[in-house]
């Protein structure tokens, strides 16, 4: 894990090696937090975590959904939707029929997930979905701000606002010319959208955010 | 931009999707000839009219079938691949 951890390279990635560990220890202490549009008279600003380095853990494929189910894990419906599984303090995304992405509660505690990753590693069934490597492909930023949907429009053709998008919505779409996947998280009590994308593109990203903010 | 409906993502940009050619059964790849691989892979109908396609939503990754007309560019109906068996049945 701390290999792997310390591997990454996303915008920031020279503040990862401060944390090789791979689990900062706190929300506010150690997260990377660049201002896209700054505040302006009457409108606060736009913000993008990079939480790339968090714990996160898909599986895909068939099987998938019958596993989770076994684990009495309620599955999110319709597709395009967040589910948040209480018990385990987690969040279950789902991406397709039998895709889905797991996220912990609290990003600071990635216990509950480390344990069902390793429940599913364990289990021996033939059927179970496969690996999706979440964690090592995808990289993850949270963008949020009163306007955000207001901006993410200049890049992304879905229409982002509040009333249109309700929370725990998931679209599968383009922004800065990629393939995103975007979550409606709201994660710092702020309107925002958790992204998921190439982690080789994460430095486009996070320029093309940038530029867009400065234009 | 043209918009195209993804029976699981709704309607987005045309730009979302990529087309995957024709819809046509395929061979049995235990006993086929040579001459029908080569049909299989090579030999496009190219019919001027409405045809069966698959196409995929990119940022999604799922695969579907729109029927489109090879004139007028215009994309009739999109559907699940499940609904195929069951249209064809019917028709």
């Known amino acids: 894990m701390a290999v792997l951890a310390a591997g990454r390279r996303t915008p920031l990635g020279d503040l990862y090696a401060e944390h090789p560990d791979g689990v900062p220890s706190s929300i506010d202490a150690t997260l990377v937090r660049t201002t896209v549009v700054p505040e302006r008279s009457g409108e606060g600003p736009i913000e993008v975590l990079d939480l790339t380095r968090y714990a996160r853990f898909g599986i895909k494929g068939k099987g998938a959904s019958d596993w989770l189910r076994s684990k009495a894990i309620p599955l999110p419906e319709p597709v395009n939707t967040l589910a948040p599984v209480a018990s385990r303090k987690l969040d279950l995304v789902r991406l397709g029929a039998e895709d889905y992405l797991v996220l912990p509660q609290s990003l600071g505690e990635p216990a509950s997930l480390a344990a069902l990753r390793s429940e599913w590693e364990s289990d021996g069934r033939e059927r179970k979905g496969f690996n999706s490597w979440r964690e090592e492909v995808w990289a993850w930023f949270h963008i949020h701000g009163a306007n955000v949907a207001d901006f993410l429009a200049k890049t992304c053709p879905v229409d982002l606002n509040a009333d249109r998008l309700p929370l725990r919505s998931v679209v599968q779409t383009r922004v800065a010319q990629m393939d995103c996947i975007l979550v409606r998280t709201d994660r710092t009590n702020d309107h925002g959208f958790d992204l998921f994308f190439d982690v080789a593109s994460a430095n486009f990203m996070m320029s093309s955010l940038k530029e867009l903010g400065a234009a | ?91």
């Open chain 2, 1 to 91: 931009m043209k918009i195209m409906n993804c029976p699981l993502n709704g309607p987005r940009n045309i730009s979302e999707f990529t087309c995957f050619g024709p819809v046509h059964d395929a061979v049995d790849a235990q006993s086929a000839s040579d001459a029908a691989w080569c049909h299989y892979l090579f030999y496009q109908e190219n019919k001027a009219g409405i045809i069966r396609e698959w196409w995929r939503h990119t940022p999604s990754n799922y695969y579907f079938i729109a029927e489109r007309h090879t004139v007028t560019d215009e994309i009739i109906a999109t559907y699940s691949a499940s609904e195929l068996s069951r249209i064809e049945n019917k028709s």
